[in-house]
């Protein structure tokens, strides 16, 4: 039987049984190269994640052997001046941050290239996994630009300022091992097992309350207030969670020695 036709031009999207959307940038051609459809597309799949209740959480990827997404899509480049640049950037900005606030876990599956805007829309995912031949890099600067979806904020936020900077000046490649290393992927995998390793991480985060994951990754987007105000936005998430369902029955659980069913309440 034929698989039924995606209702996205530029995605693949599926439900898996445990409630898994793996989103599936299908440009292959292309090299998943982001353009305005792929924006509008994304922005879509994303809302369905939001509000269809089987979904608890989402793997984002790459179709095609070579690639995640080998950047903004540079022949739509061609029309850019000054006022529209601004404004393209910002429309992207809004997609990627909207996918960040996501309160479903979003883990980016890394295939191959990873570069541009790709490499900033992996950043905007809460987790990323490596295939051992993917390549991140930001290499902007080679095309007279700078990152605009977000890298030169995600990016030192997470590996620090120094590597950041060298990655942003230089535009050079680092391979999978190296992004480890520095911190900007979670795991690296062969790439058969590239996809289950992302399953796998989402189906552990899915396993636990959800609500509970909802205010944690709220909490973790606070670490660029002063301290002070993210510990105070930490107690009251923590007293939101104590309101929970969930919470009553994940201590009862523990306290008898039973395994919780969380309700997501
Ligand atoms: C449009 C792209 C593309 C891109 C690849 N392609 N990257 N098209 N935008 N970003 C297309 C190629 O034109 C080609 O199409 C096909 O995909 C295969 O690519 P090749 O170059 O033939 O493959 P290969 O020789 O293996 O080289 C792979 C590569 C190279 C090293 C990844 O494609 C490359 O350098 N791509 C550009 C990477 C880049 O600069 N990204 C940053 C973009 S700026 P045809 O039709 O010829 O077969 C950006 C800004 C974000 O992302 C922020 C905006 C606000």
């Known amino acids: 039987m034929e698989a039924p036709a995606s209702p996205f031009d530029t995605l693949l999207y599926n439900v898996d049984a445990d409630g898994i959307a793996v989103i599936t940038l299908n440009r292959p051609d292309k090299l998943n190269a982001i353009n305005t459809q792929v924006l509008a597309d994304l922005q879509r799949a994303f809302r369905q994640t939001r509000s269809d209740e089987r979904v608890r959480g989402v793997v984002l990827t790459g179709s095609g052997e070579k690639a995640f997404a080998a950047g903004a899509d540079i022949a739509e480049f061609t029309d850019l001046d000054a006022l529209e640049g601004h404004r393209f950037a910002l429309r992207g900005q809004a997609i990627l941050t909207s996918i960040e606030n996501s309160p479903k876990p979003v883990v980016a599956a890394v295939n191959g290239y990873a570069l541009g805007g790709g490499c900033e829309l992996a950043l905007a995912c809460h987790l990323r996994v490596a295939s051992e031949n993917a390549q991140f890099g930001l290499p902007e600067v080679g095309l007279g630009l700078i990152p605009g979806y977000g890298g030169t904020q995600r990016l030192p936020r997470l590996v620090g300022q120094g590597l950041a900077t060298e990655m942003i000046l230089t535009g050079d490649r680092i391979t999978a091992e190296r992004a480890h290393a520095i911190g900007l992927v979670n795991h690296v995998t062969p790439s058969s097992d590239l996809l289950a390793k992302a399953q796998e991480i989402v189906g552990t985060i899915v396993s636990k309350a959800p609500l509970a ?53």
């Not at 909802?214 to 998430?237: C, F, I, K, T």
């Not at 007293?239 to 306290?255: I, P, R, S």
Request: proline residues 4%; glycine residues 10%.
């Open 213 to 265: 994951v909802a205010m944690a990754l709220n909490a973790l987007r606070s670490v660029d207030l002063p301290q002070a105000q993210g510990l105070q936005m930490e107690a009251a998430l923590f007293g939101q969670a104590c309101g929970t369902e969930d919470f009553q029955e994940g201590v009862h659980a523990f306290l008898n020695k039973q395994k919780p069913e969380f309700s997501g309440r």
